[in-house]
């Protein structure tokens, strides 16, 4: 559902379901620390002990693993506890013996929600979560018209090297690159 955002702006997503294991931190740090720019992690997830404890749990580990040199901001877009409040989406009772409920608890306490509601991210109209998600992107871009032209440069520069490695593969198995006239 998100994807098609994430695309336009050719930016990645990584989707997961819980808490990210250690290793996709872990690798998605060390992708970003070569490229020596800040990240800016915009999260979508469920508001209950597990989804409170997510953002938690991926802040700290990519701190840890990037050895404090990692420019990290972090945004939460959905579930806010602002939509809790609103009263506007579908809960459900929370799941008191989750581990995480303590803390929860305190949290929902001191944001002023009832710690016994929950609300899944999926309560969120999809259309809504798009344009969030396409307004927190956009946000983060300086020069969005800019922002296009490379984007477009880089689609362009992809596509001729997939054209290029088919010519060399035809090459390879010793067939003539180049179909007919046209393709020249």
Known sequence: MLLPVTS??????YS???QSSKTFVYEAVQQYAHQGKGV??????????TGRCVPRSVVERMERYGNGELDLEFQQ???TA???????????????????????REECLREGIDPHTAVEVEALRPG???QRLDEAIEGLVDDV???????RTESAERELLRE???????????????ENEQDE
């Open 82 to 104: 602002d939509d809790v409040r609103s009263g506007r989406l579908t809960t459900h009772d929370v799941n008191t013996r989750d581990v995480n409920f303590a803390r929860y």
């Open 128 to 130: 809504l979560l798009r």
């Open 16 to 18: 997961c379901r819980g």
């Open 145 to 151: 018209r800019q922002w296009n032209i490379e984007f």
């Open 164 to 178: 290029l490695q088919g010519a060399v593969k035809k090459i390879v198995r010793g067939e003539p690159p180049i």
């Open 77 to 79: 877009i959905a579930i």
């Open 40 to 49: 800016t992690v915009v999260f979508c997830g469920d508001w209950d002990p």
């Open 8 to 13: 336009a702006w050719g930016v990645g997503l």
